[in-house]
């Protein structure tokens, strides 16, 4: 197992945006659960360190926990591909898809409890009697009884999910059952998400959220986001390097050196050139297939305003626990080619370097920035971290009515959603409504603004896992 580091932060940052009362009402709560805790730890453990949503989430929310002065850690899985094939199987199944269409049974299970018993082992030296441990998701289920037994109070956090329940998530939780069925507390995006077995008592309910001041979601100003997309090469014009620049976590400033790679026919678009942009992993729950046609119906003759499509995701080679990530470029990539040339021009496929997170994180953050607007037409979605960057950075976005996307959104408040994600004529005639209409594009961002600042940054989030913690402690 690998361990990361997390640096402290403190949570004074959040009282001009969210007021003194709240964050001196978190540090009480924190000196209770320090003095509750004693000598004991809280760990975390999931299967990666970037790449994802939860490990965003998790890099932000225990800095906050360590600067308030809570013993957090957290540990990164050790696993072959083989396990990350199976689990990632599981993935999609419990999101109604068949994925791979592989088995999950006994030879599965088998390969599972391995690895789950190398792990393990790794962690008799670190987890004591009466520490704390998180688990997230479902690579990390096979961990839980075995925690259970050496005496550690666990709880299993799970970031996915969704609400029409079908065969195949029958079978995923049949196969996390004999794991989690005694586990005494499990924690979800959402109440429906839970398994019928373990709805109750025994659930919570904590939505994810953003950090506002990482490298992904601290303001930039124009010249700035200009700079790093002209740069790494996702607009055209000349690179004022000076200004290619981002602050990161300890304060220092960083600068975006690594250019994108980028899948297009032409030359990058301009500056002035309004840009429809999903930033999302290569998954086919995420649909980019469907965004690329979607938007090819917009473009008949041409698309409202000039706009081009960017479909940005990480390198195919730098996320280790989806292994469908290339598979789902490659498809993408068949589809862009059968577009006719004039089409082609405006769309960019971006490979965005994960060699420095935080300048990863700078890259996405001047791309949304920078969008006119910005889509998630997922087919099925837990909560969507990218809808909440794009509201936060008063960006109009259009999204797909399922999931977690459908507590974020109040449809024409918020942003505008597409009530059937197949539908690419209906998301067509959305997407054109917001470029076509700039005043509706900017009160749609200035609520969506307003709706994560009430209920999505660190500081709720903290203010759930206080409440959480609370409870496993009193049990």
């Known amino acids: 197992m690998q361990e990361v580091h997390i640096s402290a932060r403190s949570i004074e940052l959040f009282e001009p945006l969210l007021g003194g009362d709240r964050v001196r009402a978190l540090q009480q709560q924190a000196v209770g659960i320090r003095n509750t805790l004693g000598t004991s730890s809280v760990w975390n453990v999931n299967s990666t360190a970037s790449g994802g949503g939860v490990a965003e989430m998790l890099h932000s929310l225990l800095r906050y926990a360590r600067g308030m002065g809570v013993d957090v850690r957290w ?106 069925e005694r586990v005494p507390l499990a924690v979800f995006s959402r109440e429906a998400y839970a398994p019928a077995w373990l709805r109750g008592k025994r659930t919570f309910v904590l939505p994810p959220n953003i950090d506002p001041f990482s490298a992904k979601n601290q303001v930039m100003d124009d010249a700035t986001i200009r700079a790093i997309l002209a740069q790494v090469g996702l607009i055209e014009g000349p690179c004022e390097t000076a200004h290619a620049t981002f602050l990161h976590d300890d304060g220092s400033t960083g600068r975006v050196d690594r250019a994108v790679d980028v899948v297009r026919l032409g030359r990058p678009p301009s500056w002035e050139t309004p840009l429809v942009v999903q930033v999302s992993r290569w998954d086919a729950m995420k649909d980019p297939i469907g965004v690329l046609h979607g938007f090819s119906r917009l473009v008949d003759p041409e698309a409202p305003r000039g706009a081009h499509l960017v ?152 203010e759930r896992w206080a409440e959480l913690i609370r409870q496993v402690l009193a049990q």
């Not at 199976?86 to 068949?98: C, D, E, L, M, Y």
């Not at 370097?353 to 006119?372: F, K, S, W, Y």
């Not at 909560?383 to 950075?393: Q, Y």
């Open 75 to 180: 540990l990164v899985l050790d696993a072959p591909p083989e396990f990350f094939r199976i689990t990632k199987r599981v993935h999609n199944a419990i999101h109604g898809s068949p994925g791979d269409g592989s088995s999950l049974g006994p030879e599965q299970a088998f390969v599972v409890d391995r690895v789950m018993h190398e792990n393990a082992v790794a962690l008799e030296s670190l987890v004591r009697r009466g520490d704390i441990v998180i688990c997230h998701d479902p690579q990390t289920a096979g961990l839980v009884p075995t925690l259970m037994r050496k005496g550690a109070r666990v709880v299993w956090r799970c970031h996915i999910g969704q609400e029409r329940p079908n065969s195949e998530m029958d079978r995923a939780w049949d196969f996390l059952r004999p794991y989690l």
């Open 311 to 462: 479909l940005a995701g990480p390198s195919v080679r730098a996320v280790a626990d989806d292994p469908e990530g290339a598979k789902v470029f490659a498809d993408l990539h068949q589809a862009y080619l059968a577009l006719p040339d004039a089409l082609r021009r405006c769309v960019h496929l971006a490979m965005l370097p994960m060699g420095d997170l935080e300048e990863n994180a700078a890259i996405v953050n001047a791309l949304q920035r920078h969008a006119a607007v910005i889509v998630q037409k997922s087919l099925v979605e837990g909560f969507g971290l990218t809808v909440t960057e794009a509201m936060w950075k008063r960006r109009p976005v259009v999204a797909s009515a399922v999931g977690g996307i459908l507590d974020q959104i109040r449809d024409g408040l918020e942003g505008l959603l597409v009530r059937n994600p197949s539908d690419l004529k209906e998301f067509s005639i959305t997407l054109r409504r917001v470029l076509v209409d700039e005043v509706l594009a900017r009160r749609l961002g200035d609520g969506g603004y307003r709706r994560v600042c009430d209920n999505y940054l660190s500081l709720s989030a903290l």
